[in-house]
C-alpha cells in the first residue's frame, strides 16, 4: 500500500518543490555535450511523480 505517500501528498502536493532534480540537470547538460546536431529525443521519465522533472526536459 502507498499509505506513506498518500499522507505525504495530502500536507503537500509538491513534496519534492517545484525545480527540477539536480539529475534532470545533469542529465540535460549531459546530453547538450553530445553534440547531436539538433536531432530530436525521446525520453521516458519513469516514476515521473507530479512531473517536475518532465515538464524541465
Given at each position: 500500500?502507498?499509505?506513506?505517500?498518500?499522507?505525504?501528498?495530502?500536507?503537500?502536493?509538491?513534496?519534492?518543490?517545484?525545480?527540477p532534480?539536480?539529475l534532470?540537470?545533469?542529465?540535460?547538460?549531459?546530453?547538450?555535450?553530445?553534440?547531436?546536431?539538433?536531432?530530436?529525443?525521446?525520453?521516458?521519465?519513469?516514476?515521473?511523480?507530479?512531473?517536475?522533472?518532465a515538464?524541465?526536459?
Open positions: 500500500m502507498n499509505v506513506f505517500w498518500d499522507k505525504m501528498y495530502k500536507g503537500s502536493n509538491r513534496i519534492w518543490g517545484d525545480e532534480s539536480e534532470a540537470v545533469f542529465a540535460v547538460y549531459y546530453l547538450k555535450t553530445l553534440e547531436l546536431n539538433d536531432k530530436n529525443l525521446s525520453i521516458l521519465d519513469i516514476g515521473c511523480g507530479y512531473g517536475r522533472d515538464v524541465y526536459f
